[in-house]
């Protein structure tokens, strides 16, 4: 049996390279069958406040530490990470319910970082500055932040985790991570790889914990911990901002997106139509860069609903660990409710239901959380499955006449992570991907995820990047000196 593998396991609080016990603990479920994987110690204020003497003990020596030896224990973990992908994917796909396949291409996603940012560590330069005086030298040097405190959410257990661990250690900073509540199996597992890698105790703390209070009042309070870095929802990430006040903590935040896809006339609709069922169902729809809402030009309209409706029809539904799923269940009762409430709301102010727009019949459905994959069609703005973030298998078909008209409606939200256009005119690719207002954008490409490139929004999708050459720097301090010669 897979969960096997979980019950044989010791999942504990991760400081200091040891598993740790704790007075209560918190149960771990599988979204596809509601059964109990295993329990996991809830970690409290007194366990966190461990974490940070932990990681505070371990910075100095840390951030002496060559970058070329950090560097390469760095790649070890990311080839361990590949060794083990097997173990890690299939415990992925336990507690958090995505496809096998999936959790497989996360366990490589998760692992780049890591590659990645080994690289980087080996190249944080200086800057030797021209002074304005003849007796003075000005010299820039990059120096590791100090302890930070990583906060992710269930979607990407993994990729999520080691996009901020990756780039902090590069720079020379140690961490306390607080994974999902819903997710911490595939954080913890992360534990043992760090310790195989080599890497010191107390560099990298994991804190498995069902409430988040006590965790963020703990690192919010404590003059140690220099930076905060999120992902999770706007409405969160609204409250960090207002609590990093306090000990003036710098702060990274990926928050909710609502991405726009839209189809031109002169688009190769087949490459639109698969682009488009990739990046609105991958993880059952529930990423922040998923399409939220599929613009179509009116010429193309008919044909690509007709294409996209029957691809997104012959989607099989059902149990991650099946080899033939392509959409798992979604993560709970209240994700459930969310999308329920999408499409009753857009069926009553006038959208059409293509095909899907419901849960799966009882008998398939053990946990009442498979839904089956959605298409509307004559979806207008007003609809709140335009305005919010679905995070579900619904997709939304809007129709557009121009150019200028699509564009506007694409802008018009508060969130500016990613954004999707489909277009065969070099020209309008250019003209259109400098005027869409969010951080990445896929043109001609539904999948712009990649450690090499510096991911992150605009607006209220966040501040700061990940990734690329970029996202090294969320993690170092900038100083001068100013020497007289
Ligand atoms: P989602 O809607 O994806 O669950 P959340 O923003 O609620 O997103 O959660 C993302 C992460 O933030 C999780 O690890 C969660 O425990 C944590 N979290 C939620 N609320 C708070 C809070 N007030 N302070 C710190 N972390 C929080």
Same mark, same amino acid.
């Given at each position: ?9 010791? =999942? ?29 110690? #809830?970690?409290? /204020? ?10 505070? /003990?371990? $910075? ?9 030896? *950090?560097?390469? +224990? %760095? ?9 083990? !992908?097997? !173990? ?34 080996? !190249? ?16 820039? +040097? ?67 914990? &069902? ?10 309070? #404590?003059?140690?911990? *220099? ?20 000990? @003036? ?28 069922? /990739?990046?609105?169902? *991958? ?17 193309? =309209? ?10 997104? /029809? ?11 799923? +392509? ?17 009753? #709301? ?30 509307? %069609? ?28 699509? $564009? ?13 256009? =489909?277009?065969?005119?070099?020209? *309008? @690719? ?5 005027? $869409? ?9 539904? &999948? ?14 966040? %501040? ?11 993690? %170092?301090?900038?100083? =001068?000196?100013? +020497?007289?010669?």
């Amino acid at each position: 049996m897979p969960s096997d593998m979980i019950r044989q396991s010791e =999942y504990g609080i991760f400081i200091n390279n040891q598993y740790h016990s704790s007075a209560k603990n918190f149960a771990v479920t599988n979204p596809a069958t509601g059964e109990t994987l295993t329990e996991v110690p #809830d970690a409290g /204020a007194s366990d966190t406040l461990a974490a940070i003497d932990a990681a505070a /003990a371990a $910075l100095p020596a840390w951030s002496a530490t060559p970058a070329i030896e *950090r560097a390469a +224990m %760095l790649r070890k973990a990311a080839a361990l990470m590949l060794e083990r !992908r097997e !173990r890690l994917a299939t415990i992925m796909t336990l507690e958090q319910g995505k496809p096998l396949t999936e959790s497989r291409g996360e366990i490589a996603y998760a692992a780049s970082f890591f590659s990645w940012f080994a690289g980087e560590a080996e !190249r944080v330069y200086g800057q030797i500055v021209p002074a304005a005086a003849p007796n003075k030298r000005i010299l820039v +040097m990059r120096q590791p932040v100090g302890v930070c405190a990583l906060i992710t959410p269930w979607n990407f257990p993994s990729a999520m985790l080691t996009r901020k661990i990756a780039p902090a250690l590069a720079a020379g900073c140690t961490v306390i991570c607080k994974p999902a509540e819903q997710t911490p199996l595939s954080a913890l597992e992360l534990g043992r790889i760090f310790i195989d890698a080599g890497i010191p105790a107390g560099v990298v703390n994991i804190l498995p914990a &069902l409430d988040p209070i006590p965790f963020s009042e703990t690192i919010f309070a #404590d003059d140690r911990v *220099r930076k905060v870095s999120f992902t999770g929802s706007t409405e969160v990430g609204r409250i960090l901002i207002r609590s990093s006040a306090q000990t @003036v903590k710098r702060i990274s935040l990926e928050l909710g997106g609502n991405a726009p896809f839209i189809v031109f006339d002169d688009a190769d609709l087949d490459a639109a139509v698969k682009g488009a069922v /990739a990046s609105k169902f *991958r993880n059952s729809g529930q990423t922040c860069i998923c399409a939220n809402r599929i613009f179509v030009q009116s010429a193309v =309209y008919d044909a690509f609903a007709e294409k996209f409706t029957a691809a997104v /029809a012959n989607l099989k539904v059902g149990s991650g660990l099946e080899s033939d799923t +392509m959409i798992g269940p979604l993560i709970d009762h209240p994700a459930l409710e969310k999308v329920t409430r999408h499409v009753q #709301d857009a069926v009553s102010k006038g959208a059409q239901i293509m095909t899907g727009g419901a849960p799966l019949p009882a008998q398939f459905n053990p946990t009442g959380t498979f839904w089956t994959p959605t298409v509307l %069609l004559n979806v207008s703005p007003h609809m709140l499955v335009t305005q919010e973030e679905t995070f579900g298998p619904v997709a939304p078909l809007i129709r557009f006449e121009t150019e200028d008209e699509v $564009l506007a409606l694409a802008n018009d939200t508060p969130f500016g992570l990613s954004a999707y256009f =489909y277009s065969q005119n070099v020209s *309008r @690719v250019m003209r259109v991907a400098e005027k $869409l207002e969010f951080g990445i954008i896929g043109a001609n490409d539904a &999948l712009p995820s990649t450690a090499n490139a510096p991911f992150g929004g605009v607006k209220q999708s966040g %501040l700061g990047r990940e990734g690329g050459a970029f996202g090294i720097d969320e993690y %170092l301090e900038v100083k =001068y000196v100013s +020497m007289g010669v």
